[in-house]
């Protein structure tokens, strides 16, 4: 070949090698490896079974394997912020749940942007539960409201600290009226285990904690804060339906991606995912222990992402939250 006509053929050709391997190019074989979740808790709670579950169904559609790496701590922080700084190349992901929205409301030191990760698609929802011991004398939310007006300081609320969502529950049902006053725990399963041990009278969390606990006659459900009824305990009726339709919030668990992950990559794997969450085999493992799949397009998640942002911003703000210290 005549030198003239090599070079520039020899520097296209490195060109487009560059441009196939460089961070932030899709490359038509995506995956031809293992792909990684990131679930930010430990093992063994809703995140983490929600993710494992929906991993095994997108593996099988993808052919490669997802594997789940547990980085728990900080709110969720550690391991939002190691996927935020991760090699945007579709090989890593993050199993996010309500911290990738409320964190920055209530923290002044995030390590990362809340744009730094991307939404691509929301998994499931462990709604959550409003439970009081058995020894408290009320059954709905209006009655709640009632005794709460009866207590000396309110009603001793425990939630799993600055933030969490159990903290967000009481303060909707502070706006519709229970005098509250919140008892922070560590964690939603210390909360739980106070009111079991009628420590403190009330909480709510995820309903794969609490309906255990409820069915075994530990706690008493008044109200699921869910946008309808359990599945696995249809009896429970919603906040809306008691006639407080602003106590709305749920246990989620959404797929994100490094900011700079290719499109096509982002599209390819929602795709992927709202088939997997739709499939009977992912209901059928999901729907027995409390949880709701929650199937739906990249966009739909980003509308939900951008509404809770201002609706439980506004929250954040008239609270004062803080994260703990």
């Known amino acids: 070949m005549n ?138 939310l209006k009655e709640l409201i009632a005794w709460s007006k009866t207590q000396a300081g309110g009603v001793n609320w425990a939630t799993a600290g600055g933030g969490s969502t159990p903290h967000f529950v009481a303060e909707m049902l502070r706006e519709a009226g229970v005098n509250i006053t919140i008892i922070p725990y560590k964690s939603g399963a210390e909360g739980v285990t106070a009111v079991i041990a009628n420590n403190v009278p009330a909480t709510s969390e995820a309903s794969i904690i609490v309906l255990p606990q409820v069915k075994g006659g530990k706690l008493k459900a008044i109200a699921t804060t869910y946008s309808k009824r359990i599945s696995a305990y249809d009896t429970l009726p919603t906040a809306k339906e008691q006639g407080y339709p602003g106590v709305d919030i749920g246990h989620w668990a959404g797929l994100f991606a490094p900011k700079g992950t290719p499109p096509a990559i982002v599209e390819r794997m929602s795709k992927e995912l709202e088939a997997a969450v739709r499939s009977t085999d992912f209901r059928d493992k999901m729907v027995p222990s409390g949880i709701e799949p929650e199937p739906g397009t990249t966009a739909n998640f980003v509308a939900f992402i951008t509404a809770e942002r201002e609706r439980l911003g506004r929250l954040a703000r008239k609270a004062n939250m803080q994260a703990d210290k």
């Open 3 to 140: 030198a003239r006509r090599f070079l520039p053929a020899m520097a296209a050709a490195v060109a487009l090698a560059l441009a196939l391997f460089a961070p932030g190019t899709a490359r038509a074989d995506w995956p031809d490896r293992a792909i990684k979740w990131v679930v930010p808790f430990g093992p063994g709670g809703a995140n983490d079974l929600i993710a494992r579950a929906a991993a095994e169904a997108v593996s099988k559609r993808l052919g490669q394997p997802v594997v789940i790496e547990n980085k728990p701590g900080a709110g969720a922080i550690i391991g939002a912020d190691y996927v935020a700084k991760a090699k945007p190349d579709g090989y890593t992901w993050l199993i996010g749940a309500a911290g990738v929205v409320t964190n920055s409301m209530i923290r002044t030191d995030m390590p990362y942007a809340d744009n730094d990760l991307v939404p691509v698609g929301m998994i499931a929802v462990a709604p959550s539960v409003i439970a009081v011991h058995p020894s408290v004398p009320v059954s709905n």
